[in-house]
């Protein structure tokens, strides 16, 4: 089922269950013609890779959760940056995303990314019947539990999905996005994925990009990017005298509760890419990638604090949690191989891309409500040109290559799809239910029916 | 202290670790006149079983962290479809409910639902003096810490108390709802899991219930009922015509938080009800468990979002929310044995349920304000009905009787309790407190004061 | 790089870990002229140790990010107890402070609390050039990973930072609470935590603090009670004529919310402070603390409701949530040693001392926004007090020896902070500003700008 680059990124692992195995096995090998305690040996190192097996899983587990976890963060983020009138849709958005990518991630993604891509040249997987099976032999063999795995993958593509939902809100039509969401989850993601992760032709290529921030976060971002574009910008946001207006959002707590949730989420990302928690090496990596995610997570919040001030004259909280988030994407193409300093200093300039990309995106009047694409495309692409920096196996021009890859796939496929359900199903709320709300014209059901933004339910 | 039922449930651990062990044994075995080296096997069988004792109890740690935390899903999501006037209300009960479970599960619950079951027939544990004790000798041959086994059962009959705070809100009054809850978890809840998690009389039947769709869901759900038929409906909620008044929640973001909150929550209710970790056997049904789990809610929402549209001609987020919920009690039951398929179709179902169920207690005036009747009690038996579906050791007749038993004796225990109370100390607020709202009226401390939904505090 | 106090704390799993190697070791020693079996003991102890290593690693990592979350839980319980016009300012402090937190206890704090402290006489570390280091042979030796131990640490910093935030909320201004934040989680908290944690003078003498009620929590409130000394109350909070204004905050469920978030962190916030997870004994003592930690909140909370529904006729909400968070710092000082019962009991105990310390800290003008005084100093005071009660290592002379220890350090050098940045930069908003709120003032981003809670942002 897995490629064999999978299994080359698991190398640490299978290597570490090897080398213990082997330090295990000395005695063995030191006394061939001796008594029969090499049949003791053979036990223990079985007992070796079982424990291996369980440390690997349960890493998969824990990540895992801890990724589905940013489903809530979206949500959260995405709540607190939109106008009331929007909010229960922009919940309901978030939650029928996170449960279509889900199935179609065991439908189809799972298999189109990581059954058999060299099969087809590296360029994608072949869908199978199954994308996960009952525990076997084999399970031991690859050194983790095969639902494990899945489960780790698939939370990561709704996060894919998330990152479209906060940049297209407040205009954009409930059904044609979850159609958008299927698509992208259950086809182009796992496409795109497969090349890298996969172990097809970007990963022989050697691309790097350690937990995704190109073959995740900037694929939601340009996904995002074709949909603002597409869709267009909401009624009023920009004036015909090139005047922008400011749409401030109805609950910065809810959004600060999103970052943070976010945050505590990255652990599970960053960290548990590592994809092995068997051997002590394994672990050490893991504890470094924490806290290399948390120190340029700090940095981009320093970074927006500090520039808002200076440009602003005072801090915008909003900048500073997506500097927080910039951080945070900026970090994960590489988050084991850079010192704590330089670790920092990567997330700060993902803060420093932030503050300038957002007014930088409003003057070429795409309107992205959440600020999703400077974080997740802008600081994804930033973090993947600078892996080499750190980490002298990445060479940048086939980082360059990949980036340019992924944005060229992404942008075509996305970009089709978005205009093909313009024309048929449309892709936007009239002008009359943009005005009103899509609490309203879509979900009917208000977020905060007492609280006068809107007229009452019914 | 734990029945036969319990260990022979834990047997895949303990078996695991008498493979494991066995393994390690072989050389022993085969060298049995020969050298010292049978002596170090032991030692390193003994490790073995420190490793396992390790895996398990780390498993109901993580796994009752993430119950706990349920608790917190209840609040929001009680707090958020609760109108604005009973806010702090529903946060005191959640937070007040979950401490008085947790310290009655201590006096007397635990004992009384897993101490020497057997001596009483099967029908009721024994009250000790120690729900757990310090570590000694017998935790090691258990298999798991006895405090980290208190821990993860308590937060479960925290959650059957939480499902009753939902359904009665916005008119019950505190204390005797705190009562309640005290006799619930304390009492009735722990006698009845007896019979099955403490190896009574229904485990001995055969029926079949892995982690508490009958046990702790419609345990709950039939609490909530016999509350909400004895308390009555909220003022104004039936007209005398037969109109139903449709009283929205006050924060449909506060809602989505608590559906995601026990969404991953589910993670540790279902995935550490396999009670051991300490083999990969264990591990990978931990993997599949989540699996299945995550995609069972995925489709409760996915059911739920496409029955309102269809019926509504808008998607309706709350049953989009109570799908994920229904979705998970669907699968609680049996989450390890399904397909991937079967597991999105019985949550599936479960949200059909929901989406039916609502208007149809709202016919039979039963004014349920959280909908967690339909969730927790009809999912709850859904799920267990269907579990001979997929698990071929249980028996539809069985599952039946279960259903039944529970369902009896808890309607008869809580219904008499409820009308106790109304008879001695009242359950319902006046119609003056109850239009004022609880939270001026039993908490004085209004939930959102700034917001004018009530006269302010002072 | 760890201190020997350090390591003497860490002294079980070591010892654990000898042990387990010792059993191994006993067939080698027994056999001394016999095979070659005991090179394969050797091996097997190696895989021991190995095997502790990760799993001491890992409950740093747990710990770690349940405690980094409650940054969250201060930000949502903060936000929830201030007045809205304020409560962007709020989220923007915690997210900044814990940013700030993170960066100077790897510049400067980390090393000022565990490098080489007996170097100084046992009164501060060593800085040195780097917090943890790349993963290497003395790691394994330590029995743990140097970075996950880094981050574990450096949490509790954040968390220290986090209870002055709340205190001097509504009044003070940005930029000098974060100079203030800065040097204290990158100087004073490290040399006093040094005393203890990094093996000082105060360790040495025996004093007992397990996972900080007084290292972490009086601290903070030490230094949040100076801030509110010197920053002064709020405008119009205290009459001229003795009275007292209360201020309702904008939000009971964040505050819960907050709350919640707090309670489940603090599992990791105890929990992982028995620093070690390699052996029966160790995960068998974290259960305990689990368990405890649960019953001492559950204890808070039950004191808090009976108490105010006793002197004020109403239960209030918010006296129940500082109850939980009193429980909890309660216990931190020893939540190992004591039976179930006097978990709850101490806990209780500092319920009680929440609802009759928030009065009089008002009687005494001194104003504290969210009851932050009470629940972390006089509860941090109050658990170290009574740690003897249940560890007879610990001494009451001691014990208060420590606490005044504590309070002296932090109170004159915090104190002198707060009063030269009110010379240098001026610590406190002008009073319009404080009456605009400092949302508008200082963020420039309202919380909820479509609520009519102030001026509209542009």
Not at 366 to 371: L, R, S
Not at 382 to 402: E, K, M, R, Y
Not at 407 to 419: N, Q, R
């Amino acid at each position: 089922m897995k490629s064999e680059f999978y299994n080359q990124r698991l190398g640490r692992t299978l290597l570490g269950a090897g080398l213990f195995t082997a330090a295990l096995a000395l005695p063995a090998l030191a006394q061939d013609t001796g008594t029969d305690a090499g049949t003791a040996t053979d036990a223990a190192s079985t007992a070796g890779a079982d424990m291996a097996y369980i440390f690997n899983t349960l890493l998969f587990l824990i990540g895992g959760f801890l990724v589905m976890w940013m489903a809530a963060g979206f949500a959260m983020l995405e709540a607190g940056l939109v106008r009331s009138k929007n909010v229960s849709m922009q919940c309901l958005k978030n939650i029928a995303l996170y449960s279509v990518a889900g199935i179609m991630f065991w439908v189809l993604g799972y298999n189109l990314m990581y059954n058999d891509v060299a099969a087809s040249g590296g360029y994608f997987g072949i869908p199978g019947p199954k994308a996960f099976e009952d525990v076997g032999g084999s399970d031991l063999e690859t050194g983790y539990s095969a639902a494990s795995d899945w489960f780790f993958q698939m939370v990561f593509v709704a996060a894919t999905a998330s990152i479209v939902s906060g940049t297209v809100a407040e205009r954009v039509k409930l059904w044609p996005f979850l159609i958008f969401t299927a698509v992208l989850t259950g086809i182009f993601y796992p496409i795109t994925g497969s090349w890298q992760w996969g172990g097809g032709w970007l990963s022989e290529m050697g691309f790097s990009d350690f937990a995704g921030s190109t073959i995740v976060h900037s694929v939601g971002g340009w996904a995002a990017l074709t949909g603002a574009v597409i869709i267009g910008a909401r009624k009023g946001k920009y004036g015909a005298d090139g005047s922008v207006h400011v749409m401030p959002g109805s609950s910065i707590p809810l959004a600060t509760l999103g970052t943070f949730i976010l945050w505590l989420g990255w652990f599970g990302f960053n960290g548990a890419s590592q994809l092995a928690m068997g051997t002590a090496g394994d672990v050490t990596d893991i504890s470094r990638i924490f806290a290399n995610t948390n120190l340029a997570a700090a940095g981009g919040v320093v970074a927006a604090v500090i520039l808002t001030q200076i440009f602003y004259k005072k801090v915008d909280v909003t900048m500073a949690l997506n500097g927080a988030l910039a951080g945070l994407v900026s970090i994960t193409a590489e988050p084991l191989a850079p010192s704590a300093g330089l670790a920092i200093l990567i997330g700060a300039v993902g803060g420093v891309i932030v503050v300038f990309a957002v007014p930088l995106l409003d003057k070429l009047k795409i309107d992205d409500v959440v600020g999703a694409i400077p974080v997740h495309l802008l600081a994804g692409i930033w973090g993947t040109l600078v892996v080499p920096l750190s980490n002298s196996d990445a060479s940048i021009v086939t980082q360059f290559i990949g980036v340019v890859a992924y944005g060229v796939f992404t942008v075509v496929a996305t970009g089709i799809l978005w205009f093909v359900l313009k024309m048929v199903t449309g892709v936007r709320v009239t002008p009359e239910e943009e005005a009103m709300g899509l609490d309203m014209a879509e979900v009917g059901v208000e977020a905060y029916p007492e609280f006068g933004t809107g007229s009452q339910r019914m």
